[in-house]
């Protein structure tokens, strides 16, 4: 069974500080991960995923994030915080035979001035 | 905008009642699915259907089913409802199925409030 832990339900941050969501992934078979982020009364919209090849994934909105296999996580970063990345963020898993995803509890960000 | 459509934004609805929530997905995706977002359960996946046709089950409770029109469109019927199924539903499509990698594109969810 594939499962995905986030360590941290919130973080907190001051703009142009280092950004860090912690994801980690449990999968019997090799994974695709993905980051989605939820503003406010808005549906989901992805940020980045991987599939396969290069491990440090880059995303939209300066985001981005490495997949380590030997720690089997896939933790989401961007070097600076903008006041415009508060929402909460969320790291799926899905598998090679389905489409759906697996997620976790989510993030919530809030970047103080 | 994901181009991906939910109807109602918001439904009120008493317990024991049926709603329906509408999707209309991004034109050319023929897979959709539907999520439950909820405070206690987080992003549950309900439900997939690929052209027409149901391709995977989540965790979908037999008071809950959905279906695929021939146009693509998809409509989540929730029936006998509790208190307990107010949450954000999500629709989500994709072009293909199988893969494993397909982006799904979020619609912005119906909020359901059971009451």
């Known amino acids: 069974a594939q499962s995905v832990t986030q360590l941290g339900s919130h973080v907190s941050v001051s703009e142009g500080a280092l950004v860090l969501l912690r994801c980690n992934y449990s999968?019997?078979?090799?994974?695709?991960l993905f980051w989605y982020v939820q503003y406010p009364n808005q549906g989901l919209q992805l940020l980045l995923k991987y599939t396969t090849g290069a491990t440090l994934v880059k995303g939209i909105n300066g985001f981005e994030a490495e997949f380590k296999k030997s720690e089997t996580s896939f933790h989401l970063t961007k070097p600076s915080a903008h006041m415009s990345d508060a929402a909460e963020y969320f790291c799926a898993v899905s598998r090679l035979d389905t489409d759906k995803l697996i997620f976790g509890t989510g993030t919530r960000l809030q970047v103080f001035p | 905008d994901s181009g991906v459509t939910q109807t109602p934004k918001h439904l009120i609805t008493a317990t024991g009642q049926r709603v329906t929530l509408r999707c209309s997905p991004r034109?050319?995706?023929?897979?959709v699915y539907w999520y439950q977002q909820s405070l206690d359960q987080g992003l549950q996946f309900l439900i997939q259907?690929?052209?027409?046709?149901?391709?995977a089950k989540g965790n979908i409770l037999e008071r809950f089913s959905a279906q695929q029109f021939p146009d693509l469109h998809s409509e989540l019927n929730l029936s006998s409802l509790e208190l307990g199924d107010s949450a954000l539903y999500f629709c989500?499509?994709?072009?293909?199925?199988?893969?494993?990698?397909?982006?799904?594109?979020f619609g912005q969810g119906t909020r359901l409030t059971v009451v």
């Open positions: 259907y690929y052209n027409g046709e149901e391709r």
């Open positions: 034109s050319g995706d023929l897979s």
């Open positions: 989500a499509s994709s072009v293909v199925t199988g893969s494993g990698n397909t982006e799904a594109f």
């Open positions: 999968s019997s078979v090799p994974p695709y």
